[in-house]
């Protein structure tokens, strides 16, 4: 039996806790996002599929 393994509830509870944003909200109407982390730039985009791709 795995020790490690997480209750339903505790899991729930986490993603409750979790900020939620609608992707166009965050992608604008272009569908790209411009993300500065620890001194990197990242382009969170929306692919002609509807996927979401994150590239340096």
Same mark, same amino acid.
């Given at each position: 039996m795995?020790?490690?393994r997480e209750s339903p509830s505790t899991v729930?509870?986490?993603e409750e806790?979790?900020?939620a944003i609608d992707s166009q909200a965050?992608?604008?109407r272009? =569908? !790209?996002l411009i993300i500065h982390h620890? =001194? !990197?730039r990242y382009v969170l985009r929306r692919? !002609?599929?509807g996927k979401l791709i994150l590239t340096t």
């Open positions: 795995n020790s490690r729930t509870r986490r806790d979790t900020k965050l992608l604008g272009d =569908g !790209r620890e =001194g !990197r692919t !002609r599929l």
